[in-house]
């Protein structure tokens, strides 16, 4: 049997069959098209996350003014406080030289009690309770409160005094100080207008000294007993009480702004006067407490 002839292999075959088993890769980009889909995915997880990151940014604000005023507030308060409850408070004698009667079966803890104090060394001059507890003015709105400054036994090798006004000062325990010089310890209490600020001067020098900042608005009302009677009533700042021997305790209200910008379209709030007012761009918040003064009120 005669085999076939073999074929020949030409050139052309020959690279057809590499080209075949070795095929050549060819590299592709991304189109135009694409690269801005990208950059626009992009762009907007971007914004997202700006986003967020102001909303987050402008609550933490908020919170940290509403916390801060707060804690203004709370410290405002205290220092009035101390010094309202103190209010026409006066030296107790611990030892008067009073004779009990009857003499037989006397209980010496019935005895009277001499609260207004003899001053036999005549260092100091008497504590008018009257014109000395409490006063107001209405131009600046401000209320002083004041009480008998006298001096103790104390743990101190001489008689000393722990008592302090409002910026934690007694003139009288200063090296050329004496009761005669300061009788009566006042703390003065006022917005000071053009730095808004809740301003304290007290009975030594120094003048006005801030207790507070951001305070944009301060309103105080007394609270009357009627004499006589049990009825109490408020009584406005202006025109001021006739009789401060009737006033019976005093309500404080604080208006106090932040200092982050906020967005409130349209919503108001109460201020001290009980008048809705636009909040603006930033926030307000407004604190109220009152204060009984214990040694006045008709009993």
Same mark, same amino acid.
């Given at each position: 049997m005669q085999e076939a002839p073999a074929m020949p292999c030409t050139t052309s075959q020959s690279v057809t069959r590499t080209q075949f088993l070795h095929p050549v890769a060819r590299q592709q980009g991304v189109t135009l098209i694409e690269l801005m889909v990208g950059i626009a995915i992009g762009l907007m997880v971007v914004a997202v996350a700006l986003g967020a990151l102001m $909303?987050?940014?402008?609550?933490?604000?908020?919170?940290?003014?509403?916390?801060? /005023?707060?804690?203004?507030?709370?410290? $405002?308060?205290?220092?009035? *406080?101390?010094?309202?409850?103190?209010? *026409?408070?006066?030296?107790?004698?611990?030892?008067?030289?009073?004779?009990?009667?009857?003499?037989?079966?006397?209980?010496?803890? /019935?005895?009277?009690?001499?609260?207004?104090?003899?001053?036999?060394? *005549? %260092?100091?001059?008497?504590?008018?309770?009257?014109?000395?507890?409490?006063?107001?003015?209405?131009?600046?709105?401000?209320?002083?409160? *004041?009480?008998?400054?006298?001096?103790? %036994?104390?743990?101190?090798? %001489?008689?000393?005094?722990?008592?302090?006004?409002?910026?934690?000062?007694?003139?009288?325990?200063? %090296?050329?100080?004496?009761?005669?010089?300061?009788?009566?310890?006042?703390?003065?209490?006022?917005?000071?207008?053009?730095?808004?600020?809740?301003?304290?001067?007290?009975?030594?020098?120094?003048?006005k000294q801030a207790i507070i900042g951001n305070v944009t608005d301060i309103q105080v009302r007394y609270v009357e007993q009627a004499p006589g009677t049990t009825t109490l009533k408020y009584l406005p700042s202006s025109p001021l009480p006739s009789n401060w021997n009737n006033i019976y305790a005093i309500e404080v209200c604080l208006e106090l702004t932040g200092t982050e910008p906020v967005s409130t379209p349209g919503a108001t709030y109460k201020n001290c006067s009980g008048t809705d007012t636009s909040y603006g761009d930033r926030l307000k918040m407004v604190f109220r407490n009152i204060y009984q003064i214990r040694s006045q009120g008709q009993v």
């Open positions: $909303a987050s940014r402008s609550i933490t604000g908020t919170v940290s003014d509403a916390t801060s /005023m707060q804690q203004q507030a709370a410290y $405002a308060f205290r220092v009035i *406080g101390q010094q309202i409850r103190q209010a *026409g408070s006066i030296e107790l004698n611990l030892n008067p030289s009073i004779v009990l009667t009857p003499a037989s079966g006397a209980n010496a803890a /019935m005895s009277p009690v001499a609260f207004d104090a003899p001053d036999p060394t *005549g %260092a100091r001059p008497p504590f008018i309770r009257a014109s000395s507890t409490i006063t107001g003015a209405t131009t600046p709105l401000s209320v002083t409160v *004041g009480y008998q400054n006298y001096t103790e %036994a104390t743990v101190a090798a %001489a008689d000393t005094s722990l008592l302090r006004d409002c910026l934690g000062q007694n003139p009288a325990l200063a %090296a050329s100080g004496s009761l005669g010089a300061t009788p009566v310890l006042t703390s003065k209490f006022e917005r000071d207008a053009a730095k808004n600020e809740l301003a304290c001067t007290g009975a030594g020098g120094g003048g």
